[in-house]
């Protein structure tokens, strides 16, 4: 029995006292699974530190009546200048057990062979990962503590840990937190979720995952605060994974869309997975999972506009290929005639366009956000690069100069400019521009704005196609 | 079974466990330190006895000035070991929470073990380079054998007692604030030439004898040369002044230590 009872915790920092868990109190079973859902800094790993042991609460206490692990997989636990076979030794020490009988249980689990007598700093994270689980399997404790498990090691190593874990030691008590909410739901009976240190708990999965989404602000339209805009496209589209995988409301969003993938729903799914892209349009990988559903569900209009969008941001052609010809089959194109464009880490203006793009300039130029599928298709296919793709759509009929911002209203807007505003101006703006992209951002706050606003800090420079296109307009009104 | 349930052990096993953990935590600091590379973990001596050997053969050479009729081998290996004793414990502690933090996440490992693990090596480094040294040169008659060896026992486990609690209480104090490692650098190059092991009390003059005595290592020193040299010099300590002195220092460690362990957040 683990009892946590009103337990608080206090960090000082700079800027003063930071309260992380306010008042916690449950109690924990043997045999118990407690799953915590949590978004970044929510305190979860706090939680499971306390509970271990390893730091003490401000307030409140915790009693434990069973024997608790260490936080699992966690490969901190081991000293990296010692040999694989001289940390499983000092454990051995530490808790008074076997260690011939523990040396023979890691070489067979970890699979290291010669390298558990080398030292530790010279594993690499996917052998790290493998000590240090079959490091944690050789003390059995009463309640496992399981912090973020899963992001290295190959499938065949997580299903053995999973047996390892859940099949021989399933009758132990276990609090396990992740941000991976189907490993929760798949290995929990009960069920909290943790935000702004407060721990509720809830009866079943479905409504605690449903009260996560809500606390993480999915539907909200609330948006992460953005410091610094990327410096141009290329930027943009090679950091957007590692900036979207730490968004919760991103991850959240594609998790729903995996599920509803693996349930076949493949309409609901690719309407998640467009949520998210909405969020994160330069995402490469989920425009193929997006693709998939929609090539599923039957529409290869937008499934081929999907994955030439990922060829296009970086995903490698040969991925992607089976799925592309398969679909241009099904719309009997050629690629032959039809050539596809790969990303190239050129300037903006050289690099091959894909929906985002499109949308953003469509928005810029013909005011609009709605374009038939086969119209945005028809744009994709064309737009080998974006210099041309935008000329393309200047000269079109379409095009509408809008109208420029009152200047002192513009003074006033010091919110969090919305997405599509903040990546048209990493497209357009020279990156030799004055003024702070971000306050270009915010000046957009209405697709009427974005041409003017554009204009006015000289935005496309050096696209000589479009510019020359924009000449061509400006005569022909003038 | 790991032991780590709630209901209290017996004093007995609760002493097995520290003996178990504080050896353990040796064997790895050891093997940390000095690796198995060439001469391994007899470094722990070896470096030590470099240490002192070089200062020897440097105050020989520039003949030293120390106000005594002793000769100078005996003068520099009693003083020197001394100070690596009290100068490398305190060296060794501070920092020595924050590298390894780690290690709290077993729930048998306290900061003071950590501490306590760190203390005995250095200890034992500079005990067996003493003893080690002490022996070669009494082997080739460069100095005579003590006349009262459980004086310098004596002399030696106090300069040890106020080290560790020293270390302790810097170490501790060094996981609160980082300017405790800077400040401890200078500090204990400033303290060497006072520390007693560079002169012998009785050579000062009577207003530098009361400044220096509020030291507490110099009666340690002091003690170590009495044992040794006895009759030869005119030791003067105060065990009345320097045992008060290093049961409130290491009182003052237990508590500092107990702070900065409830404040403690591994990495």
Redesign the interface.
């Known amino acids: 029995m683990i009892r946590v009872q009103n337990v608080s915790k206090i960090?000082p920092t700079r800027f003063g006292e930071k309260l992380v868990l306010d008042d916690i109190s449950f109690n924990l079973d043997h045999g118990e699974k407690l799953g915590v859902l949590g978004r970044n800094g929510a305190g979860k790993s706090t939680l499971v530190?306390l509970i271990?042991?390893?730091?003490?609460p401000t307030k409140g206490r915790i009693?434990?009546?069973?024997?608790?692990s260490?936080?699992l997989a966690?490969g901190?636990?081991f000293?990296d200048?010692?040999t694989g076979v001289?940390n499983i030794?000092?454990?051995s020490?530490?808790?008074?057990q076997d260690f011939e009988k523990n040396l023979a249980f890691v070489e067979d689990f970890s699979e290291l062979g010669a390298y558990l007598r080398e030292e530790v700093r010279t594993y690499s994270s996917g052998m790290r990962a493998r000590l240090a689980f079959a490091i944690s399997m050789i003390?059995?404790?009463d309640c496992f503590l399981i912090d973020e498990v899963g992001a290295v090691g190959d499938a065949r190593f997580h299903q053995r840990c999973n047996k390892e874990l859940f099949g021989n030691r399933g009758d132990r008590a276990m609090v396990i937190i992740s941000h991976d909410a189907s490993y929760v739901r798949d290995h929990c009976t009960r069920f909290a979720v943790l935000n702004d240190g407060q721990m509720v708990e809830f009866d079943d999965f479905e409504t605690a995952y449903s009260d996560f989404r809500e606390k993480i602000g999915i539907g909200q339209k609330k948006q992460p605060k953005t410091q610094e805009l990327p410096a141009d496209r290329r930027q943009l589209v090679e950091t957007t994974h590692s900036v979207a995988v730490r968004d919760d409301a991103f991850t959240v969003l594609i998790q729903d869309a995996d599920w509803k993938r693996d349930q076949k729903r493949w309409e609901e799914a690719e309407v998640t997975y467009e949520k998210a892209l909405d969020l994160y349009p330069y995402q490469r990988s989920y425009w193929v999972q997006k693709g998939h559903c929609a090539k599923e569900a039957g529409a290869f209009l937008r499934a081929e506009a999907a994955y030439r969008t990922a060829c296009a941001l970086g995903e490698p052609f040969q991925d992607v290929r089976p799925h592309l010809l398969f679909t241009t089959k099904q719309l009997r194109i050629s690629l032959r005639d039809y050539p596809l464009h790969n990303y190239t880490g050129t300037t903006a203006k050289d690099q091959p366009a894909g929906i985002p793009d499109v949308l953003l300039f469509a928005r810029a130029a013909w005011q609009t956000a709605h374009l038939s599928d086969q119209e945005l298709l028809d744009l994709v296919r064309a737009g080998e690069t974006l210099d041309a793709l935008l000329a393309s759509m200047i000269d079109d009929p379409r095009f509408v100069p809008g109208i420029a911002p009152e200047s002192n209203a513009a003074q006033k807007i010091s919110g969090e400019p919305e997405v599509w505003a903040k990546n048209l101006v990493v497209l357009a703006r020279p990156s030799s521009a004055s003024e702070d992209a971000i306050a270009v951002a915010r000046r957009i706050t209405m697709p009427q704005d974005a041409w003017p606003v554009l204009m006015d800090v000289d935005g496309f420079a050096g696209w000589s196609l479009a510019q020359a296109a924009i000449e061509r307009r400006s005569k022909a009104d003038g | 079974m790991a032991s780590t349930s709630s209901d209290r052990p017996s004093l007995r096993e609760s002493l097995g466990i520290q003996g178990r953990v504080i050896g353990a935590l040796l064997i790895r600091e050891t093997l940390t330190r000095y690796g198995r590379h060439n001469i391994g973990f007899l470094w722990l001596f070896v470096e030590p006895m470099i240490f002192t050997l070089g200062v020897t053969a440097l105050w020989t050479a520039t003949k030293s000035v120390h106000g005594s009729a002793l000769p100078i081998v005996a003068f520099a290996l009693t003083g020197y070991s001394s100070v690596l004793l009290w100068r490398n414990m305190p060296g060794r502690c501070i920092g020595a929470l924050t590298a390894n933090s780690n290690l709290l996440y077993h729930r048998n490992i306290k900061a003071l073990d950590i501490y306590i693990a760190r203390i005995l090596l250095e200890f034992g480094g500079a005990t067996i380079s003493f003893f080690a040294l002490s022996l070669v040169f009494i082997s080739i008659d460069w100095l005579a054998p003590p006349e009262d060896f459980l004086t310098v026992v004596g002399g030696w486990l106090i300069i040890s007692c106020f080290g560790a609690s020293l270390a302790i209480t810097l170490g501790a104090l060094s996981y609160l604030n980082e300017l405790v490692d800077k400040f401890w650098h200078p500090a204990s190059y400033l303290l060497f030439p006072l520390s007693g092991a560079g002169f012998i009390v009785a050579a000062l003059p009577p207003f530098a004898q009361k400044v220096v005595l509020w030291i507490p290592m110099v009666h340690g020193v002091e003690m170590v040369r009495d044992g040794y040299f006895g009759s030869q010099a005119r030791a003067i300590y105060d065990l009345g002044y320097v045992i008060p002195f290093t049961l409130a220092l290491a009182a003052s460690a237990l508590m500092l230590a107990r702070y900065v362990s409830k404040r403690l957040v591994p990495g």
């Open positions: 960090y530190r271990s042991g390893a730091e003490l009693d434990t009546s069973m024997s608790v260490w936080p966690f901190g636990a000293q200048t010692l001289d030794r000092f454990i020490r530490i808790y008074n003390i059995e404790f």
